[in-house]
């Protein structure tokens, strides 16, 4: 069996899975509960001063679709809403009860630096493994200078992670916001200001839906909204992107990555590992489930691992990053089309109507004898798989490789490129 | 020791009858039908569609439901089938838009059609709104014969396209088999007089109750009174079995025993046997035999000639049966009915097989089986004596049924039918559907001047 040690920001864990900061990890008797279901790891729901915030009623709002439940999610509830000395008590008494799980606290303070300097001290005092700064927060706190305000200034991010690094011994994580036009921006500052790795996606300004009876936002509280922070399952391929950006990132080279973001499964896991991140950080998935969903991460995982001859994490993280490209670099004389298998096809007619009205009208909707049938037409094919997605079998549509019979060429090479590159710079 | 009636009223108490025959099949709960219609693929050319008599667009309405467009889903059903809600109750699914859905392929497994087709036409009919509008009235006025689906059918559409129909039904109560056939648990509530209300309330269509063909109409007259005549008398005849005793007290009509079933308003006052035997291998003995069961007889069989697949029944029915507790002997044909004292005692069955030439035999080995009701339910057949014209002009049967061609029309100029008294399946859903298409053929040749 694969061994499933995963060390992030230099914090050593069982496995990969840890949960993110957030209400699962918010008090000892729901991280209690979350260790003995088997999670490696957790970043405690973000540490404030004291004040505490006070929350507003109906916090959350999903998206469903067709039927799946909360394939999106959101939430308006801000940082933990219990006194600080409580939360430091508790946390030193999990960490005392559970020494090889990862124990990281979520912190954010105003951005002065005497304010970040007293708050890690004390985090220190409680043996945590480490502090991951929430730059990420898109509602509620950024309106008050503090989660995402900071983070999408990427000075501000370098100041503050430069501020905690030297305040502290505890390995210093920068969580990082998508709410961005370009991620590498507080990725690049967060390495700059010595951070010992990054994590991301924090959750995406969003409304999730309109309630049409009181025209409001959700979550309404009393007749209005405001936009809260999407994440679960829909945010993955934003966070998977996000993740590949700075994982190829020559400036970014050698800082660690902790993926979050739609993370529901050991496939999902294995996906943000093979992009680069060292460990991942569930909490939708939890929200919805339960922690017992970490034993099939923990149990597929490993299976796979087993299945493919991967020891440990350490042989396939980042194994994917090099196969992530700019569109100018991919091949352009290579080829594939639909194939139909019409033996599992059962005549749904999905794929041709949606070649048909939107795509590339090369699937033929004939009757044979009576019966129907959907045959691919070669010629007109180009590949677009939208057929192979929108079939409901699984493995009747496959896209096969052609020969075309043409060297591989990429666009800036490709004779089709008026602004191509001359032969002589060819590669 | 006294001997126990063979026959008796009321054998259950009163909270078991309203138990037995309550209905069989509970409608979708709201989130159950938001499930089934996420399994609905919306496919392209979709075979369901090409299954339905009616053609409706099944994973349209579909589509509606999982958006919460329910009214929008109901007008999608009922511009297609006007009684989409009793379709949804008695259609056999299993062997028409449920057998083609592609999910069988997948998973064995097809969208429940039929339950979400109620679950979308109930909402509609609940809520008393009318979705349908009629056309500019036309003055043209059509005598139907017959209120049940087809005539009903027919009138609607006709109303729908501005025209006036007058409808003459023999009973009391319009319908048809509807509200005198089916069986109680699978329509009950009186959903069958709601849906006859829905269909009125749109308007120009008169129903004259207790006005039969040949009695107190001719066709003469109406071909004489009205613009075009439909008709929609449905199989008034049942088949004899042809055997000795048939005459005896305790054989009895199924499909009169049914109708006495469906109207009495205390089903503690029907007499039912203790051994009750039903024979034939249709709809009508399933209904019978479940219903007799219900009733509270101990042992209900039903003996039909043939093999299980031969049966009219569908398999689905077969085992509805079986689970109500009905045993089902087939390959075997009945050869006297056996009286003691004057009370039916027995059936006397012979086993038939197939011959060399694929033609039903009796083998000559009989059997009997104990029996104090006997129900013969080996089909209907039209009347055709009110039909008959004293005109030089001949309504032309085929097979035993009013021969129409593909609009249903007649061989007489100006005179349509449809539903069971004309060739094709004799269901509900199809009725409607011939009701529908005789109604745009009517339409058509009225405005086409050749009347």
């Known amino acids: 069996m694969a061994d499933l040690t995963s060390t992030f920001a230099g914090i050593k864990s069982p496995n990969p899975f840890w ?86 606290v979520s912190l954010m303070v105003p951005c002065e630096e005497q304010s970040w300097k007293r708050i890690l001290a004390q985090v220190e005092d409680t043996g ?51 709410n961005v036009t370009n991620i590498l921006g507080p990725a690049r500052a967060a390495q700059r200001g010595d951070a010992d790795g990054v994590s991301l996606i924090n959750t995406v300004s969003s409304i999730i839906s309109v309630d049409l009876d009181r025209m409001a936002p959700t979550p309404t509280v009393d007749g209005k909204g405001t936009h809260g922070g999407y994440c679960g399952p829909a945010v993955k391929p934003i966070a998977l992107h996000m993740v590949a950006e700075i994982a190829r990132d020559p400036e970014c080279t050698g800082l660690p990555l902790s993926g979050i973001g739609g993370v529901a499964t050991w496939r999902d896991a294995a996906e943000f590992m093979a992009l680069g991140a060292s460990t991942v950080q569930v909490c939708t998935a939890a929200m919805h489930y339960g922690f017992k969903i970490v034993d099939d991460m923990i149990d597929g995982l490993s299976n796979w691992m087993d299945d493919k001859g991967y020891a440990s994490p350490r042989d396939f993280v980042g194994k994917a990053v090099p196969n992530v490209t700019d569109w100018q670099y991919l091949n352009m004389n290579y080829k594939i089309i639909a194939r139909i298998d019409q033996r599992s096809c059962i005549q749904c007619g999905l794929c041709h109507i949606a070649c048909e009205d939107t795509a590339h009208q090369a699937i033929a909707a004939l009757r044979v004898d009576g019966k129907r049938r959907y045959d691919v037409i070669d010629a007109e094919c180009v590949g677009c798989n939208l057929c192979y997605h929108v079939c409901p079998v699984p493995g009747c549509i496959s896209m096969v490789e052609v020969d075309t019979g043409q060297a591989a060429v990429d666009w800036n090479h490709d004779p089709r490129n008026p602004r191509r590159l001359p032969v002589s710079e060819q590669g | 020791m006294k001997r126990n009636a063979a026959i008796a009223a009321g054998r259950l108490q009163p909270p078991e009858y309203v138990k037995n025959f309550d209905e069989a099949k509970p409608p979708l709960e709201p989130h159950q039908a938001l499930v089934d219609a996420g399994r609905c693929l919306f496919c392209y050319d979709a075979p369901c569609i090409e299954a339905c008599p009616t053609g409706i667009d099944i994973p349209s309405f579909i589509r509606k439901i999982g958006t919460g467009n329910l009214k929008g889903a109901a007008v999608d059903i009922l511009s297609e089938n006007i009684m989409g809600g009793m379709c949804a109750r008695v259609c056999p699914t299993e062997v028409l838009c449920e057998q083609a859905c592609v999910r069988n392929a997948s998973e064995g497994k097809p969208v429940r059609i039929g339950l979400l087709q ?234 038939t097989r197939l011959d060399t030439t694929g033609r039903l035999v009796g083998t000559g080995e009989v059997f009997s089986l104990e029996a104090d009701q006997v129900f013969k339910a080996i089909g209907q057949v039209l009347v055709a004596d009110p039909l008959r014209s004293s005109d030089r002009q001949v309504l032309e049967m085929q097979g035993g049924k009013i021969a129409v061609d593909a609009e249903r029309h007649t061989s007489l100029p100006g005179v349509w039918a449809g539903g069971d008294c004309t060739a094709g399946a004799d269901l509900t859903v199809q009725a409607v559907q011939d009701g529908k298409v005789a109604a745009h053929a009517i339409d058509r040749w009225l405005r086409a001047g050749a009347r």
């Open chain 1, 19 to 104: 949960l993110a900061s957030a209400p699962p990890t918010d008090k000892a008797y729901n991280v209690e509960r979350a260790f003995n279901a088997g999670w490696g790891g957790v970043v405690w729901k973000t540490l404030g001063e004291d004040p505490p915030i006070v929350n507003v009623s109906s916090r959350y709002g999903g998206l469903d679709i067709n039927g799946q439940r909360m394939a999106g999610f959101t939430n308006i509830e801000l940082i933990t809403d219990r006194p600080l000395e409580v939360n430091l008590r508790e946390i030193a008494q999990v960490k005392r009860n559970w020494p090889d799980r990862a124990l990281v």
């Open chain 1, 128 to 178: 945590a493994d480490g502090v991951e700064l929430n730059f990420g927060c898109p509602h509620g706190m950024s309106e008050r200078g503090m989660g995402s305000a900071v983070g999408q200034v990427p000075d501000y991010v370098e100041m503050v992670t430069r501020w905690c690094k030297e305040h502290t011994r505890m390995p210093v994580i920068v969580k990082l916001t998508p």
């Open chain 2, 118 to 351: 109620r679950h979308a036409t109930d909402w509609l009919l609940s809520r008393g709104a009318q979705p349908f509008r009629r056309a500019a009235a036309s003055g043209k006025r059509i005598g139907v014969v017959g209120a049940g689906p087809a005539g009903l059918s027919c009138a609607h559409r006709l109303a729908m396209l501005g025209h006036d129909s007058v409808v003459f039904e023999a009973r009391l109560k319009a319908a048809g088999l509807n509200e005198h056939g089916v069986a109680a648990y699978k329509t009950p509530h009186g959903f069958a007089q709601r849906e006859v209300d829905f269909i009125l309330a749109l308007g120009g269509i008169e129903v004259r109750a207790g006005r039969a063909l040949g009695r107190e109409v001719t066709l003469q007259e109406l071909r004489r009174d009205f613009d075009a005549v439909f008709l929609g008398v449905g199989l008034a005849g049942t088949k004899t079995l042809g055997v000795p005793g048939e005459a005896l007290s305790g054989v009895e009509d199924a499909v009169a025993y049914i109708e006495r079933l469906r109207q009495t308003p205390d089903l503690a006052t029907l007499a039912v046997g203790r051994r009750v035997v039903a024979i034939g291998g249709g709809n009508t003995a399933i209904d019978i035999a479940v219903q007799a069961k219900r009733l509270g007889a101990e042992d209900v069989t039903i003996v039909y000639r043939r093999g299980s697949d031969a049966m009219s029944a569908t398999g689905h029915e077969q085992e509805f049966a079986q689970t109500n507790g009905v045993r089902i002997k087939h390959w075997a044909q009945p050869v006297r009915l056996v009286a003691e004292a004057g009370q039916l005692i027995a059936a006397e069955f012979e086993y």
